[in-house]
């Protein structure tokens, strides 16, 4: 059983900067993609950014310039990183795990494990 616990979440000014955290445990980390989803109030939950077990990224068009998903295997974590951040930024923020090893190109709807997310607010 797969555990995934966010941390780094926060109030931050327009135009801040977050990084976020998730330390994996109770799977072979390497092997998966990570991701990161988020929702915000009143909507539905969306991809943010994604890296493959190969540490290729991917990320949606919102964030694409400002954010950067990475991981470190000796420490069965994923991060990211959160510049420029905008009030439509404000969500709960998930990281995930892909439900399938070696995944060449990580599809969001094969994650399968979250974590219980943390709370990001941008706002003056």
Same mark, same amino acid.
């Given at each position: 059983? +797969?555990?995934? +616990?966010?941390?780094?979440?926060?109030?931050?000014?327009?135009?801040?900067?977050? /990084?976020?955290?998730? #330390?994996?445990?109770? /799977?072979? !980390?390497s092997r998966y993609a990570m991701g990161w989803f988020r929702q915000a109030p009143g909507k539905? /939950?969306?991809?943010?950014? #994604?890296?493959? =077990? #190969?540490?290729? %990224?991917?990320?949606s068009d919102s964030v694409k310039g400002r954010f950067t998903i990475s991981r470190d295997n %000796?420490?069965?974590? +994923?991060?990211?990183?959160?510049?420029?951040?905008? $009030?439509?930024? %404000?969500?709960?923020?998930?990281?995930?795990?892909? #439900?399938?090893? =070696?995944?060449? +190109? $990580?599809?969001? /709807?094969? !994650?399968?494990?979250?974590?219980?997310? %943390?709370?990001?607010?941008?706002?003056?």
């Amino acid at each position: 059983q +797969v555990q995934l +616990v966010e941390s780094g979440g926060g109030l931050v000014q327009p135009g801040g900067s977050l /990084r976020l955290s998730c #330390a994996a445990s109770g /799977r072979t !980390f390497s092997r998966y993609a990570m991701g990161w989803f988020r929702q915000a109030p009143g909507k539905e /939950r969306e991809f943010v950014a #994604a890296i493959s =077990w #190969a540490s290729t %990224t991917y990320y949606s068009d919102s964030v694409k310039g400002r954010f950067t998903i990475s991981r470190d295997n %000796t420490k069965n974590t +994923v991060y990211l990183q959160m510049n420029s951040l905008k $009030p439509e930024d %404000t969500a709960v923020y998930y990281c995930a795990t892909d #439900a399938k090893q =070696w995944t060449i +190109v $990580p599809v969001p /709807r094969d !994650f399968d494990s979250w974590g219980q997310g %943390t709370q990001v607010i941008v706002s003056s």
